[in-house]
């Protein structure tokens, strides 16, 4: 998270219970504060930080027992968000809509989308429903005429594209399988805006957001997949996997471009000056991060 006074700020949780919520400089390496014991009788499937009216940064994590909201500037928990302990949600992103508001968006076992305000936790309008299965995946983008999607996976291989301020359905459902949706990334081939889907079975699906064309072939990870990472490079995706080998692919062709770096997490953001910072998680406990 690149935060209104210029700092660079990392967040880390583990997957499983356990796991421990940690914030980090990530210019300096050193730690920013640490959530305590929270997460050992949660598990934490996903992170998501916004910069939320001014210079305020709230972090939100998704669990399996609802979506927990943070101070991003010392760790102090905010009043819970959705928190129901049969409520179980796999993923989480944020970004801000057309409109200037920021969201938090949440992947609901319940099959179901859920649009949060990270200022205080309340729900913008009915979760949206569409999907015939449990949502496993959720992003943020937007198409080059400023409308602001959100895109969710679910567990049958359908995406699913809604606008962001009203909730709509957009587009046609993009169907890349009957096997589910992992994970999710906006981006772009040529022109195109584009939609990258990652399967179970660690295949690259990349589809025009507009036709639902596919834009390259199906690339084969030999691996399990466990994040998406856009590069500054247009037209390609780096894949994070439980071998710790991180691949940049071309989208177009399918072609693997670098196999270079290590890591099992994987995750990048702009600095807002033409820069984006990439930062990869290891095995090991370790964090390394790359100005791109």
């Given at each position: ?143 080059p005429d400023g409308t602001h999607l959100i895109a969710s996976g679910d567990d049958t291989g359908t995406v699913m594209f809604w606008e962001a301020d009203s909730g709509s359905a957009v587009n046609t459902p993009v169907i890349v399988g009957g096997d589910a949706v992992r994970n999710l990334a906006f981006c772009h081939v040529g022109q195109r805006a584009a939609i990258a889907a990652v399967d179970i079975e660690g295949q690259i ?88």
């Open positions: 998270m690149n935060t209104p006074d210029g700092e660079v700020l990392l967040y880390s949780a583990g997957p499983g219970e356990g796991a421990n919520l940690r914030c980090w400089n990530a210019k300096t390496g050193e730690p920013v504060w640490r959530a305590g014991d929270f997460f050992s009788s949660y598990e934490c499937n996903g992170i998501a930080s916004l910069v939320q009216r001014g210079s305020r940064v709230v972090v939100a994590t998704a669990t399996d027992s609802g979506v927990f909201r943070w101070e991003a500037a010392n760790g102090r928990r905010l009043d819970t968000s959705i928190d129901a302990p049969n409520m179980h949600f796999w993923g989480i992103c944020g970004g801000v809509s057309r409109r200037g508001q920021a969201m938090l968006v949440a992947a609901g076992h319940d099959g179901m989308v859920y649009r949060l305000d990270p200022a205080d936790g309340r729900l913008f309008g009915a979760p949206l429903k569409g999907h015939e299965g449990s949502v496993m995946s959720v992003a943020f983008g937007a198409l699906h990349c589809r025009d957001i507009l036709t639902s064309e596919p834009l390259g072939p199906v690339i084969q990870v030999d691996a399990v997949v466990t994040s998406l990472a856009t590069p500054q490079t247009w037209g390609q995706i780096i894949t994070a996997c439980d071998d710790e080998v991180l691949r940049q692919w071309d989208l177009a062709s399918g072609e693997l471009v670098d196999d270079s770096l290590v890591g099992i997490s994987a995750s990048s953001a702009p600095l807002g000056d033409g820069m984006s910072v990439l930062a990869v998680g290891t095995l090991a406990g370790d964090i390394l991060v790359k100005s791109r």
